[in-house]
């Protein structure tokens, strides 16, 4: 697969990435591994196969050490983009067929948990509507998860098994067409370190009139989660929320927009109580409280760069 390159961005992955190289390499595609400083043995676990290596001295975040992988690529036409937890069950020429359609920017296929169960919810969405994220902030969505505006959102009554056109195939599995990816200026690196730069990577694609397929035929085992669990509990608040945040302000109008952030400082104090009560520790006041400062601020001025907690820092 001459044309074809994979890049997986790393950070103390470890305990996954062995498994996800040897399926990659068997793939025949060109393997760039970008790795945000990891602390553990990732490193020396990629330096045992015959991939391309691009060590970043600090964490840069998943879109920049994603755009570093393609700029890497240069010569690759198509470039899958693929978690250092998903393994490749076997070819991915599917998708790489799938993207050279006209048309076609990317493509994604079928995520398997560790049953081999679809993950539905997850490998294929639609867009968020302000909507859908008001009901995520709200905890509407884990109260009552089979809701309309849930179910329609994460897909949910999905037929794994049936090729379509979609909205938002999972990052975690995307082959992207080159010249898509540079048409669109690559992933947006604001979304600092993780959460909603695939979603508006996909999301700019599809106002340019490109279109997103799903292709049932590639299949990976996913595990997911692993490098999200190396990040602080309080710092994974306020990321995902400023990422679901800086989504909103570029995608909604201003009266949607705010509608998201009240919503987040409402349903961010309702999880703090509800912490509060069960943990019986202040804990949760660290973990909600800079979400509902930051929030409240863009609720009153909008979203602006120079508001505290707006600019990623690594």
């Not at 599917?94 to 081999?116: F, H, I, M």
């Not at 989660?225 to 945040?245: A, C, K, N």
Request: proline share 5%.
């Amino acid at each position: 697969m001459t044309d074809t390159g994979i890049v997986i961005v790393t950070y103390n992955s470890g305990g996954a990435i062995g498994a996800c190289l040897d399926a990659a390499l068997r793939t025949g595609a060109a393997v760039v591994v970008v790795d945000n400083a990891s602390v553990d043995e990732t490193v020396a676990e990629v330096k045992k196969r015959p991939v391309r290596l691009i060590p970043n001295p600090t964490n840069r975040g998943f879109a920049a050490a994603a755009n570093q992988g393609f700029i890497a690529l240069e010569a690759r036409d198509y470039v899958l983009l693929l978690n250092p937890d998903a393994v490749l069950t076997g070819t991915i020429e599917p998708l790489r067929n799938a993207c050279a359609q006209s048309g076609v920017a990317a493509a994604g296929g079928c995520l398997v948990d560790e049953k081999g169960r679809p993950q539905i919810g997850f490998m294929v969405r639609r867009f968020p509507t302000p909507a859908a994220l008001i009901f995520e902030a709200l905890l509407i969505n884990r109260l009552w998860p089979r809701n309309p505006v849930n179910r329609r959102y994460r897909e949910l009554d999905l037929d794994a098994g049936l090729p379509r056109e979609v909205e938002q195939p999972a990052g975690a599995l995307l082959m992207v067409r080159r010249t898509a990816w540079r048409a669109v200026g690559g992933f947006a690196e604001e979304f600092f370190p993780i959460w909603f730069e695939d979603v508006d990577f996909c999301r700019r694609l599809a106002d340019r009139g490109d279109r997103l397929l799903y292709v049932p035929g590639v299949v990976v085992k996913h595990t997911g989660g692993h490098s999200i669990s190396q990040i602080t509990v309080e710092m994974r608040r306020f990321y995902w929320y400023r990422s679901l945040l800086r989504y909103s302000a570029r995608h909604f109008g201003s009266v949607a927009f705010r509608g998201v952030c009240l919503a987040v400082v409402t349903g961010s104090v309702l999880r703090m109580i509800a912490e509060l009560i069960s943990q019986r520790n202040l804990k949760p006041v660290a973990v909600y409280g800079e979400v509902v400062q930051f929030a409240s601020r863009c609720l009153l001025v909008g979203w602006r760069e120079d508001l505290p907690g707006s600019r990623p820092q690594g």
